[in-house]
C-alpha cells in the first residue's frame, strides 16, 4: 500500500505547491477594481521618484518599529 500512497502524496504536494504559486502571482497582477484601468509607466516612475527620499532618509537615519 505505501509504495502507492507515497508517489500519490508527492504528485499531490506538486499540484498544491504549482497551484499556490500561480494563484498568488495571479493576485499580484490584479487591480484593485476590474474596471480600473492599468497603471502608466509614467505613473509608475513618479511613485518611484517620490519614494526615493524616503527611502535615502530612512537608510540615513534608521527606521524605528513600532
Request: aromatic content about 4%; some cysteine; proline content about 9%.
Amino acid at each position: 500500500m505505501l509504495p502507492f500512497l507515497l508517489p500519490l502524496a508527492v504528485a499531490a504536494l506538486i499540484v498544491a505547491i504549482g497551484t499556490t504559486l500561480m494563484v498568488r502571482r495571479d493576485r499580484r497582477r490584479m487591480s484593485v477594481h476590474p474596471d480600473t484601468p492599468p497603471m502608466d509607466s509614467a505613473v509608475i516612475e513618479g511613485i518611484r521618484v517620490c519614494r526615493l527620499p524616503a527611502r535615502a532618509y530612512r537608510n540615513r537615519f534608521g527606521h524605528e518599529h513600532g
